[in-house]
């Protein structure tokens, strides 16, 4: 492919890899993203970095780990010398758009200089932002809100919210796109809670089907679950109300692909289809009921909050392809500037994707590493929040070991999780897909968990690190 291929980038928050009609779910109704698999190829084993929303997205930007220069809260954002992805291919030549806004990947500066356009051409009239008013009752405390009023008829009414104001400045943008090559990024806020949706959406899954949720012996968990679960009254909520929690979710989600659809329609219309590779990707996962949770924890590294939904389509990527070897989400960096034909200008941890693009059969890594949580000593550097977060962030607070320092490695076969104040975890990811049966003590494994354990040691100290590629004058 001589042509430097257009980038359109669409990234929902929050959105796990096991809701999505083409990753397995028979539920959930996403028909574009069902389509767009069918144009693209999946990944099956794609693993975010961190299970929060800012340190994963600073992870993909950069290629680097949270750890290496220690991204792990959500106040420590990209800074004006640190690489990035968008101002690489800014750098390189091309044309940068961010449709709309969201807070949580650069300092103050940083998004200013990585693109060429940046914000609204069309204005949310309503803001992402919780009720802060403390409700005690179990829905409340579980995030839900439930059925929300939806806009008028002509599209502009009172809730014009931040995801509709930035896809209708993408769909915008794109009727006057410059000429190629060019980036567009779309970041979504839904399907992060809470848990809300209007019409068609709220409705549209039948509250009887939703699947079986995650269950387990939490005294063989972490004992975040255990807490969190007694802390926030979650024992209150019947089976209906998990049910309803996780259609009003699937709603979510609905309403996400409704609007991808409505992106990829668009940029057939405007004939840049051909020369746009599309990737769709989100940051992290959600609980969503499995072990009586929502949202997500710090250090909580369960395959439901790091599985990534991962599809890329577009020029010279394989139709319909499926590919089951392990990604992890650094590898995004490379890949896009592989295919733009952009050297990184800094030591990253990625590897490009593009042999697997063009051949989904093809081996790309053993292992997929995810990292989270703090040291006891970090408790004063982490977010502090009020209603609905409050309980959650005062945990971090009073015991900071319940969200300590844990790393997990991931193999086809085998998930090891590293725990530094608590009992490590091991599953068998064929046999136990939820991660429900915790094996560290079963003696039939301790040979593979000395092996993968040795692996987390030899990342941690691989990767610890980077030299800057530039020097200083020792004068």
């Known amino acids: 492919m001589s042509k ?108 200013e200089e990585s693109t060429d356009f940046h914000g609204f051409t069309t204005y949310p009239t309503m803001f992402f932002e919780f009720d802060k008013t403390p409700r005690e009752d179990a829905l409340a405390r579980a995030f839900y809100h439930g059925q929300r009023k939806g806009p008028d008829e002509s599209g502009e009414g009172p809730f014009l919210d ?22 567009l990024f779309i970041a979504q806020i839904f399907p992060h809670l809470p848990f809300e949706a209007e019409e068609p959406w709220f409705s549209l899954h039948d509250r009887g089907k939703m699947p079986r949720r995650a269950q387990a012996d939490l005294a063989t968990k972490p004992r975040f679950m255990k807490t969190l679960r007694d802390t926030h009254g979650r024992e209150r909520l019947s089976e209906d109300e998990w049910q309803e929690i996780v259609a009003t979710y699937y709603g979510m989600i609905s309403r996400i692909d409704a609007q ?35 949202e997500k924890w710090s ?14 389509g577009g020029p010279g990527v394989t139709a319909d392809g499926k590919a089951d070897t392990m990604v992890e989400m650094v590898d995004l960096l490379p890949t896009l500037l592989d295919y733009a034909g952009i050297k990184a200008q800094h030591t990253h941890f990625g590897e490009s994707l593009k042999p697997v693009l063009t051949n989904p059969r093809e081996h790309h890594r053993d292992f997929a590493f995810s990292e989270g949580g703090y040291t006891s000593s970090e408790a004063d550097l982490v977010e502090q929040a009020d209603f609905p977060y409050d309980l959650k962030a005062g945990l971090q607070q ?9 790393i997990s490695v991931r193999s086809k076969d085998w998930a090891y999780i590293y725990r530094l104040y608590e009992s490590d975890e091991f599953y068998d990811r064929t046999n136990d897909p939820l991660e429900e049966h915790n094996l560290i ?21 691989e990767t610890a690190d980077v030299i800057p590629w530039d020097t200083d004058p020792r004068n």
């Open 299 to 312: 250090s909580g590294l369960d395959e439901c909050l790091v599985r990534n939904p991962l599809i890329i």
């Open 4 to 111: 430097r291929p257009n980038f359109l980038i669409f990234m929902p928050d929050q959105l796990r890899a096991d809701c999505v009609g083409a990753f397995g779910n028979s539920v959930v109704q996403t028909p574009h993203l069902d389509a767009f698999a069918k144009k693209g190829t999946r990944f099956t084993n794609a693993f975010s970095q961190n299970s929060v929303c800012s340190p994963s997205r600073v992870s993909m930007f950069t290629g680097w780990y949270p750890h290496v220069r220690g991204h792990r809260t959500l106040t420590h954002l990209i800074k004006p010398w640190e690489p990035n992805l968008l101002k690489l291919l800014k750098d390189g030549g091309y044309n940068v758009a961010w449709a709309g806004a969201r807070g949580d990947t650069f300092s103050p500066g940083v998004l």
């Open 260 to 294: 991808f659809g409505r992106l990829m329609e668009a940029l057939d219309k405007t004939g840049q289809a051909d020369d746009t590779m599309t990737l769709f990707f989100t940051d992290h996962g959600e609980y969503a009921g499995d072990f009586d949770q929502v």
């Open 441 to 461: 003590n079963d003696p039939a494994h301790q040979s593979t968990i000395g092996d993968m354990k040795d692996r987390v040691l030899t990342w941690m100290v």
């Open 398 to 406: 009073e015991d900071p070991t319940l969200a300590g320092k844990a």
């Open 162 to 183: 931040l995801d509709e104001a930035n896809l209708q400045t993408a769909l915008q943008w794109l009727e006057e796109a410059p000429d190629g090559p060019w980036v």
